[in-house]
């Protein structure tokens, strides 16, 4: 089936999928007197699955819905209780949190002979503790617990440092998996997945300024730019990646499995943390995304190198884009991508891990839907930004579709098939995380807001699963730095541009990745406050030079081919996405195209930004 077929079918599916709105117009809204209901619905729909964990799984991982039981499934340190602090914080449920945060500080402990995912360890472990200690150490959030001494903080950080030795091969990107005591096995699966390398930010960057300690944040930072400096000429990633060579073993790009919170990271590093150099590689990274992925309301997976097309299909994890969209201020394909995503949801009660817009059914092995928060937390986002009451309406279907298919004894079950609706005895951390915390917030916000994130003392950042992540001019503010491109801005002005020998020396100097360890960073590693005060001569981002210039970011060009000799596909940019400009900063250019990033092997250096 060709191209051209394809975007038929999807144009065929936009027309069934904008039918709904219409048909929403028919029945009943959304009142403010049931959005209370919903509200205290999904409140109790917590408890059913917290109280069942906690009396039939804890202190084990996860709990067995249907049998009532426990597993371990990732370290073996009450994981769920672990990734459901905040949220307790967030219903005002002071009495459990702070049991919870005192029994955790008691017996928690890393230095145990287990093999985890760093990026499932980072986002659930490390980031619910982060964020827990942040409530609990804060008059100011109405959550402090007395008795608290940092003994959170002090688990995060023995737990990353635990971590660390991932991050210690030639390109900066980390291996999958670690074992916490003896650190990484030498048969370890050097295949890595774009998500796990450049998902790591936010909760390793908080950790640096907590404890003032740089190494977390740099490996992270390195990690990025060791991803985005392997970018095609397309300003397009791949799936998955040899950490130790470089090259990509997975060339399909999208926005779903294995890619998703790699764009997320990006932008909101830039949202917490200030740094423009994230900013920059999300708006290139978005650009490209609108301009070969985007077909108008779907996104497809397309090869990095040419665009063509690999597969047309819709996967649960896609659906966080619309959200996502919402924080970088481009709505209106926000909201038709939404809609489309919905409509998936309302043909089978819920979204499958795969729905092919070809044959417009289920992808074949992909037929489960285990408790997922994405298309929950872009409704949230929507209906902030909007108030659409739309948003209330489809909370309340997914609400509907969670109590009468998934709900079991103790819990809420992972659905095996949605087209049968048939439960698995399974029930994953982020359903308590995430996924009720999203609805909750949902209809709270409909009622008139009374919670930590709408009313409390800060603006937060969420974690991409979900955690509470406030921005505290500790974490926050931003700070002078030189901006590692060896230009310095002076008191007369002077400007210190490039050259093709700086670059060269770059490449060969430490900072540079492609050649970066573990042990350079911990031998070479420059403090926040040195950087800062290094000379007076320093202040901030340096006028006159582009965003490669400035933050001397490489691209790192193939050398066993050339992408002249391959054919790229050449699509017509949306009139959506070119239309408009994302987080563009005052006084910045940003009029290159997708197809002018990275031209040129030697000087196209880009930042990330968030």
């Known amino acids: 089936m060709g191209a051209g077929e394809i975007l038929i079918r999807i144009f065929s599916l936009f027309l069934l999928a904008s039918v709904f709105p219409i048909q929403r117009i028919l029945a009943d809204r959304v009142t403010a007197e049931e959005a209370k209901e919903l509200r205290d619905e999904v409140r109790e729909m917590f408890y059913h699955a917290f109280n069942g964990y906690m009396e039939h799984a804890f202190p084990r991982d996860e709990l067995r819905p249907l049998s009532c039981g426990g597993e371990d499934t990732l370290g073996g340190y009450a994981l769920t209780l672990i990734d459901s602090l905040d949220t307790l914080a967030l219903l005002g449920d002071q009495e459990r949190f702070v049991a919870s945060v005192e029994w955790i500080g008691k017996n928690l ?165 200030g740094d423009e150099e994230y900013l920059y590689i999300f708006q290139e990274a978005y650009a490209a995304a609108m301009h070969y992925l985007y077909n108008d309301p779907w996104y497809v997976e397309v090869n990095m190198d040419s665009a063509a097309v690999v597969w047309a299909l819709f996967n649960s994890l896609q659906a966080f884009w619309p959200g996502l969209q919402v924080l970088a201020g481009d709505i209106d394909p926000a909201i038709r991508t939404h809609s489309a995503f919905f409509s998936v949801w309302r043909k089978y009660g819920f979204t499958p891990e795969g729905f092919n817009l070809v044959t417009l059914s289920v992808q074949h092995g992909q037929k489960s839907y285990p408790l997922r928060p994405e298309l929950i937390e872009s ?57 009720v915390k999203y609805l909750w917030l949902l209809f709270d916000l409909a009622v008139g807001p009374d919670n930590l994130v709408e009313n409390g003392p800060y603006k937060y950042i969420f974690s991409t699963e979900g955690h509470l992540l406030p921005a505290t001019p500790q974490i926050s503010l931003v700070r002078e730095h030189c901006l590692y491109s060896g230009a310095y801005c002076r008191s007369d002005d002077l400007i210190k541009s490039f050259t093709s020998e700086t670059e060269n ?58 992408h002249d000799d391959e054919t790229i596909i050449d699509k017509k940019e949306p009139t959506v996405a070119q239309s408009r400009s994302v987080l563009i900063l005052p006084g910045q250019s940003s009029n290159h195209s997708p197809h002018d990033s990275g031209s040129n092997q030697n000087d196209s250096q880009t930042g990330e930004s968030a």
């Open 379 to 435: 409704t949230y986002w929507l209906y902030k930004a909007t108030r659409d009451p739309r948003y209330l309406d489809t909370g309340r279907d997914i609400v509907a579709s969670l109590q009468y298919g998934t709900r079991c004894p103790c819990g809420y079950c992972h659905i095996s098939d949605v087209e049968h609706h048939q439960q698995q005895d399974h029930m994953e951390s982020f359903f308590l995380a995430e996924t």
């Open 109 to 273: 402990r890393f230095d145990i002979n287990k093999t985890v995912s760093v990026f499932e360890t980072t986002i659930r472990v490390l980031g619910g503790l982060l964020s827990a200690h942040l409530i609990a150490s804060d008059y100011a959030t109405g959550m402090r617990v007395p008795s608290y001494d940092n003994q959170l903080l002090n688990l995060a950080e023995d737990l990353a440092r635990r971590l660390l030795p991932a991050f210690d091969t030639p390109t900066g990107i980390p291996f999958g998996s670690v074992n916490l005591l003896h650190g990484v096995d030498k048969h370890e699966s050097k295949i890595t997945s774009t998500a796990g390398g450049g998902t790591l930010t936010l909760e390793f960057g908080v950790l640096s300024r907590l404890t003032n300690d740089p190494i977390f944040e740099q490996v992270t930072k390195n990690a990025v730019r060791g991803l985005w400096a392997r970018r095609s000429k397309l300003n397009l990633v791949g799936a998955h990646i040899n950490v130790f060579t470089g090259e990509w073993t997975q060339k399909e790009a999208g926005i779903g499995t294995s890619i998703d919170s790699f764009y997320e990271y990006l932008l909101k590093a830039y949202l917490l943390f």
């Open 505 to 562: 020396d770059l490449l060969e100097s430490n900072n540079s990745y492609g050649t970066q360890t573990l042990s350079g960073y911990m031998s070479n590693s420059v403090s926040f406050e040195s950087t800062a005060a290094a000379s007076g001569l320093i202040k901030g981002v340096c006028p006159g030079l582009t965003h490669g210039q400035k933050f001397g970011l490489l691209y790192i060009y193939p050398a066993d081919r050339t």
